[in-house]
């Protein structure tokens, strides 16, 4: 059975709550744009292709229910609430383009028929259920493709590193660097793969490991502290880990350890991708200075479980993720439209300006 973490029908939308995952499978209902924003930010739904999918979604479904008098009226409405969707979450640029190009739409359109206009925005929005999923599977199979002809062999395939969970619940569905994974397995071509518990918040332990346990893929759990020792002790092929925003010179902002991770890989000399759809590229921010990094609340990592680990009065500092750079992307970023070199990522702004996809 495939996992399903996003149920949208035309006006209703539920999502699996993350929060009580691997111990809980519990849907909750969201109705309306403020729901969409409070399940972002409490991260009953996380991940930045999923955030912008079902802020989006959440919009659509209180878009469906309101009726207006002018166009006037359904842009500031759909300007609004899409503005406010995206300070629910800073580092993942998804929500921020989709936001943008929704707000084009509507100041583009030459239709002057209310109904049919926000018709449009809904449809547009329910399309990006498909897209997504269809991007995850093309990037994840040309990465599969790249890692066959670039990464060393681990007994009978290759023995892959996976950060954060970048899977069906932070996705769409199939998911980007765990997509990759799924990929290389229904070719026959997985050994292993191994997953970092993922501290602070345990997405590893708690989402990803979920995951692999329900497909049943041959994996392994790891500590954070442990991906040194891994490397020197273990053939690892290759390190594929997911992106909230790639900058125009290839520097990538994803979950926090990445970058211990890349500098670890740089220094075993095992590749290092990024899996990255199109909807994780910014097409602004020019390097990895500029991303503006979310810092997430200290009992996110003095608590675990609701159960207090860390000593009373100590202070902490929380950034909820890290920035990697270019250089150290050694085996390429995956994208739906091929993989690229991190430094040549730039190149891939320009197919998607031209519209073409190899
Ligand atoms: C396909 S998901 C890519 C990234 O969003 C993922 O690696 C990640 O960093 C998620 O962070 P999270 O804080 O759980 O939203």
Not at 33 to 52: H, L
Not at 129 to 147: F, M, P, R, V
Not at 229 to 257: E, F, H, P, Q, W
Request: with cysteine.
């Amino acid at each position: 059975m495939t996992l399903e973490a996003i149920k949208y029908h035309a006006g209703s939308l539920q999502i699996l709550d993350q929060l009580l995952l691997p111990h809980k499978s519990h849907f909750v209902d969201i109705r309306c744009v403020e729901d969409g924003w409070k399940a972002i930010k409490t991260m009953q739904v996380r991940g930045a292709p999923a955030i912008a999918i079902v802020g989006c979604l959440s919009f659509a479904v209180e878009l469906k229910k309101k009726k207006f008098e002018t166009i006037q009226e359904l842009t500031e409405f759909s300007n609004k609430s899409l503005n406010y969707l995206v300070t629910a979450r800073p580092t993942a640029v998804n929500m921020s383009k989709s936001a943008k190009m929704l707000s084009a739409m509507l100041s583009s359109s030459k239709c002057d028929d209310v109904e049919e206009l926000k018709q449009g925005i809904i449809d547009h929005i329910e399309d990006m259920l498909d897209k997504d999923i269809q991007d995850n599977k093309d990037l994840s199979n040309y990465a599969a493709e790249h890692i066959q002809s670039t990464c060393n062999k681990s007994n009978d395939g290759y023995t892959i590193l996976t950060h954060c969970n970048t899977g069906f619940l932070a996705t769409a569905g199939y998911g980007t660097a765990l997509g990759v994974v799924r990929s290389l397995h229904k070719e026959g071509l997985l050994d292993h793969v191994y997953c970092t518990e993922t501290r602070p918040y345990n997405q590893g332990a708690r989402l990803t490991a979920y995951e692999l346990v329900h497909d049943e893929l041959p994996s392994t759990l790891i500590a954070d502290s442990m991906v040194a020792v891994l490397m020197k002790t273990r053939k690892i092929s290759a390190v594929v880990v997911g992106a909230d925003r790639v900058a125009v010179n290839g520097d990538v902002a994803n979950k926090i350890g990445t970058y211990q991770i890349a500098v670890l890989a740089k220094h075993h000399n095992v590749p290092f991708y990024v899996a990255a759809p199109v909807t994780c590229h910014d097409d602004i921010i020019q390097d990895g200075n500029d991303i503006t990094i979310e810092e997430r609340p200290a009992d996110e990592l003095t608590m675990v479980s609701g159960v207090r680990v860390a000593a009373k009065g100590i202070n902490c500092w929380n950034p909820a993720f890290d920035v990697t750079p270019a250089k150290l992307i050694t085996g390429g970023i995956a994208t739906e439209l091929g993989v690229f070199a991190a430094d040549e990522v730039k190149q891939l702004k320009n197919q998607v300006k031209n519209g073409s996809k190899s």
